[in-house]
């Protein structure tokens, strides 16, 4: 069974820290070979693209909202890809989600993964004092 599971979401008071997991099974091929976004979706608002890291050279794509806060990266032996979500603010509340990319989809410069095909569940976050 193809699974996406994300994890690592809570609550945290502003200035707070979460790292999300987004850990994949049941696909043909390791996350290495595929594009892979981070998205989320607050309570009455569009899903919006939050960062985006490329095939196996993983270069990494941010939304300008988390640029300098939030990092993409990847784990390999795990095949996991995480977001560390840093000095967050109460405007990242949200539920989040890790998506694959189609085949010959592309990460967008604005940290937005083009053509998602495979979804997670989503983990909430949220930023409350």
């Known amino acids: 069974q193809v699974q996406l599971v994300e994890s690592g979401g809570g609550l945290v008071q502003p200035g707070g820290s979460l790292r999300l997991s987004c850990a994949a099974s049941g696909f043909a091929l390791t996350l290495d070979y595929y594009k892979i976004g981070w998205f989320r979706q607050a309570p009455g608002k569009e899903r919006e693209g939050v960062s985006c890291i490329s095939g196996r050279d993983s270069v990494t794509y941010y939304a300008d909202s988390v640029k300098g806060r939030f990092s993409i990266s990847r784990d390999s032996a795990k095949n996991t890809v995480y977001l560390q979500m840093n000095n967050l603010k109460p405007e990242d509340t949200a539920v989040y989600y890790c998506?694959?990319?189609?085949?010959?989809?592309?990460?967008?410069?604005?940290?937005?993964?083009?053509?998602?095909?495979?979804w997670g569940q989503g983990t909430q976050v949220t930023v409350s004092s």
């Open positions: 998506a694959t990319g189609a085949r010959g989809s592309q990460c967008r410069a604005t940290g937005e993964l083009e053509r998602p095909g495979f």
